[in-house]
């Protein structure tokens, strides 16, 4: 299990309506429905990874969230989650503003690419980082729009949405974000951690 | 058509109203079941069968002789496991597998029915299978289940019983017969009607049938269930029984042989007017039109869970039209998961050997049947 699960799951409150978007083997989703008694859905591209969550009992959609989060109505959810894909999408802008439609609150992580290791790696490499958490060449990777916890929060201010609460992950350590230590946590946060709101 | 022995029927006293305006009453309902009801009669499953199907769903069909038309899916220890769930599949109104049906006498008449008889709806098929609830003293059902006509019921049957089924599975079936899927339907039946023998539908009263007609139905029907691709590897352009073209009308290819062989096994087992019939309740079927465009409103006093089920290479009910079902639940938040199964055997997929269906299909139901605060 990903050590971001038990933060995701402390920042949703008990028995609510959410969606795991990108839900994968459906592990967060179990983990909600026991810790949380959520009732929760997801939408999983793979075919694999959708018979792994029928065979554990979840309501999965198989789909494309970039096309089919359209399908659900506004505020559907109270929560909508995005584990480490937004980076993945060709439209990062138009899947936030669809997770924050479709859910009241939307709990997105990324893998930031502002840490040091994938800064040293560039600097003294040369190459394209490849590291634990992005293991991918930069020719096969599935990150076409990968971004740092500071590109984010300024995300936040271009497309105009609210963060409600920024965390970093270092170390399977969870600690705070705010505008006076961005600058540490933008090098040292392996992950952040946002629940944002429109 | 073989005499009927093995065939349990139900009785339907209660009058029924169909869609077309005539009532019905004491009509047969012919079905059969799998499996032991348990005591708490909460593990029935309600299958409904395609097109061409019948009760008879899996084992040796006694009518036939040939396996039932899902014996891949239901059976001990298979997707729908008879071990454990108690399975029921009656043979639709219209159709000739015993059920009340255009081969059957008008009381009034005394005459086969023919074309005399009403036109029926798949409103009108699944209005008739709720008395098997009744008869068995089920008051929930755990799933609906079926495939192609089979899925257009399940909808059907939730939109009309919502509070009757724990959980409904539609599969490879649409909310609305496309202009394609009644053309070729349409086809089907001038087949039938353009055999001599058909005779307006009176065929019975002069000991023929046509069978000419009804197997180029099953024919045209048949190349409309496969995938282009399954058919080009299964046939290709291999010759039958034969090293060259023999420059005439015979056979020459294997896919024609093969066709032909459908068409002829076929007409053994159906009635061509019952084809007629059949055809026709799925060409009027419009969920979407009977909630006056709103899909979702059939939908939405239901709290069953639904699984639906598409195949990639099913050009006759395409992904997309399940998709549309699904999208349509989850604009009332209902309950719904979705996947589509990679296969190049077409529409027939489901009622073939397709391990991702098959495994998808018992997890569904295994899982569901678990969680007991349904």
Redesign the interface.
């Given at each position: 299990m990903k050590p971001e699960y038990k933060i995701i799951s402390d920042l949703i409150e008990k028995d609510a309506k959410v969606l795991d978007v990108g839900c994968d083997d459906g592990t967060l989703m179990e983990f909600l429905k026991t810790n949380k008694n959520a009732n929760i859905?997801g939408i999983e591209i793979s075919?694999e990874k959708?018979?792994i969550c029928?065979?554990?009992?979840?309501?999965?959609?198989?789909?494309n969230a970039e096309f089919d989060l359209k399908?659900?109505?506004n505020d559907?959810f109270e929560y909508v989650v995005l584990g480490q894909t937004l980076q993945a999408f060709i439209n990062p802008e138009t899947v936030i503003r669809e997770l924050l439609r479709v859910g009241n609150k939307a709990i997105v992580t990324i893998p930031n690419f502002g840490h040091w290791k994938v800064r040293l790696n560039l600097l003294f490499k040369g190459t394209m980082p490849i590291t634990n958490s992005l293991p991918h060449d930069w020719y096969n990777t599935p990150n076409i729009h990968m971004c740092t916890i500071k590109d984010f929060v300024r995300f936040s201010e271009i497309i105009n949405f609210k963060i409600f609460k920024s965390l970093a992950l270092i170390n399977e350590n969870v600690s705070d974000i705010n505008n006076s230590n961005l600058i540490f946590k933008n090098l040292f946060g392996e992950l952040g951690i946002f629940l944002i709101e429109k | 058509m073989d005499i009927k022995q093995n065939i349990k029927t139900l009785i339907v006293e209660k009058p029924l109203k169909l869609d077309c305006g005539q009532t019905i009453s004491n009509f047969p309902l012919a079905y059969e079941t799998y499996g032991s009801l348990n005591n708490e009669k909460d593990n029935a499953i309600l299958v409904f069968h395609a097109l061409t199907g019948d009760q008879f769903v899996t084992g040796i069909n006694p009518v036939t002789k040939k396996d039932g038309w899902w014996s891949y899916a239901v059976g001990s220890g298979k997707s729908i496991d008879t071990d454990k769930y108690f399975v029921i599949c009656a043979n639709v109104i219209g159709g000739c597998m015993g059920s009340f049906g255009p081969s059957h006498e008008n009381p009034k008449t005394k005459k086969i029915y023919g074309t005399d008889f009403p036109v029926i709806t798949i409103n009108d098929m699944v209005n008739a299978q709720i008395n098997l609830l009744d008869f068995f003293g089920i008051k929930k059902l755990f799933s609906v289940v079926g495939g192609s006509m089979g899925g257009m019921q399940v909808l059907q049957f939730i939109s009309n019983y919502p509070d009757k089924a724990k959980t409904a599975i539609p599969i490879a079936c649409t909310s609305s017969h496309s202009a394609q899927n009644i053309a070729f339907n349409e086809l089907g039946r001038q087949a039938i009607a353009a055999d001599h023998n058909w005779s307006d539908g009176n065929y019975n009263s002069k000991n023929i049938v046509p069978d000419k007609g009804l197997a180029v139905a099953r024919m045209a029907a048949h190349i409309t269930y496969l995938s282009k691709k399954g058919l080009q590897e299964k046939f290709g352009r291999k010759l039958q029984e034969r090293d060259d073209l023999k420059f005439g009308f015979d056979a020459d290819f294997q896919i024609e042989s093969y066709l032909r062989y459908q068409g002829s096994v076929f007409v053994d087992r159906f009635d061509a007017n019952s084809y007629l019939y059949i055809t026709r309740a799925m060409d009027y079927f419009d969920l979407v039109k009977q909630f006056n465009g709103n899909l979702s409103d059939a939908f939405k006093n239901t709290k069953a869970?639904f699984?639906i089920i598409s195949f990639t290479s099913d050009w006759l009910y395409p992904t997309q039209e399940n998709k549309d079902i699904?999208?349509a639940l989850?604009?009332v938040?209902a309950?719904?998961?979705?996947?589509?199964?990679?296969s190049d055997k077409g529409h027939d997929s489901f009622l073939l050997n397709v391990p991702?269906f098959l495994?998808?299909l018992k997890?569904?139901l295994d899982?569901?049947y678990?969680?007991k605060h349904l």
């Open positions: 859905r075919k959708v018979q029928i065979a554990k009992g979840l309501t999965v959609i198989e789909g399908q659900f109505p559907s | 869970k699984f699904v999208i989850n604009a938040g309950n719904v998961g979705f996947v589509e199964i990679k991702d495994k998808a997890n569904f899982k569901s678990a969680e």
